[in-house]
């Protein structure tokens, strides 16, 4: 149980924002939002995180919506080397050190 | 810092044989996990310690023993390998962490950067 629902795959330009929706509808009050990338067979990349506040890095910007049921990853301006799988992740249970992962929003960035 | 090693990177074993993966972290991490990838699947939980000494099970732990003698290091052993344990296998690592939210889950997790595992 992945606990989290992305489309499976997206398209964008290079240079455009990349907005990757996720639907967390069961998430508990105490559990983190977490977005993740796994380019090619590389082992997962951490993007960023966060509870209840919109979070920005120098990476990308977390937007979590007030019931804390969706979140949006947004990539400002997105390149090639941007094509990757994106995962969130809602962080849960065993004392909290796992992450569930589902099957990810398949990016892919062209020209 | 070189963050989170795994050796080897690829292996390719014969049904019955054991072996171990290492991983070895030098962050001072209190928490590491074990997951494995099959082709177009997310990653799956085997095994997890939060400090030296504890280990508990995941999401798939069967075929899989692991021990955490040190807090450095978190080896993964296949005692008989099965064709079905072909996968891609990832070590993670994170720091306890504290504050808002679920104990030890704000900090997020480093991931090594896998080992090949083929069964024959």
């Known amino acids: 149980d992945a606990k989290t629902t992305q489309p499976p795959s997206m398209d964008c330009a290079e240079g455009r924002a990349a907005n990757l929706p996720c639907n967390h509808s069961?998430?508990?009050?105490?559990?983190?939002v977490y977005w993740y990338r796994q380019i090619h067979s590389q082992g997962p990349q951490y993007i960023i995180h966060?509870?209840?506040n919109n979070e920005t890095n120098e990476m990308a910007s977390l937007i979590i919506t007030e019931d804390r049921k969706s979140s949006t990853l947004i990539l400002p301006h997105a390149t090639l080397r941007d094509t990757a799988v994106y995962y969130c992740i809602v962080r849960v249970g065993q004392a909290g050190t796992a992450l569930i992962f589902g099957k990810g929003t398949t990016l892919s960035v062209s020209s | 810092n070189a963050g989170v090693t795994q050796t080897p990177k690829f292996q390719v074993l014969k049904t019955g044989q054991s072996m171990t993966l290492q991983c070895a972290q030098d962050m001072n991490h209190e928490y590491m996990s074990w997951y494995r990838q099959d082709p177009g699947m997310g990653l799956r939980l085997i095994h997890y310690s939060v400090g030296a000494g504890i280990t508990d099970q995941g999401e798939v732990p069967n075929g899989y023993n692991v021990s955490r003698s040190t807090t450095e290091d978190f080896p993964l052993r296949l005692l008989s390998a099965a064709p079905s344990q072909t996968s891609v296998y990832f070590c993670?690592?994170?720091?306890?962490?504290?504050?808002?939210?679920?104990?030890?889950?704000?900090?997020?997790?480093?991931f090594g950067d896998g080992t090949r595992l083929s069964i024959l």
């Open positions: 966060g509870l209840k």
């Open positions: 069961t998430i508990s009050g105490n559990e983190y």
């Open positions: 993670a690592s994170s720091k306890r962490g504290s504050g808002e939210g679920m104990p030890g889950s704000n900090q997020p997790q480093h």
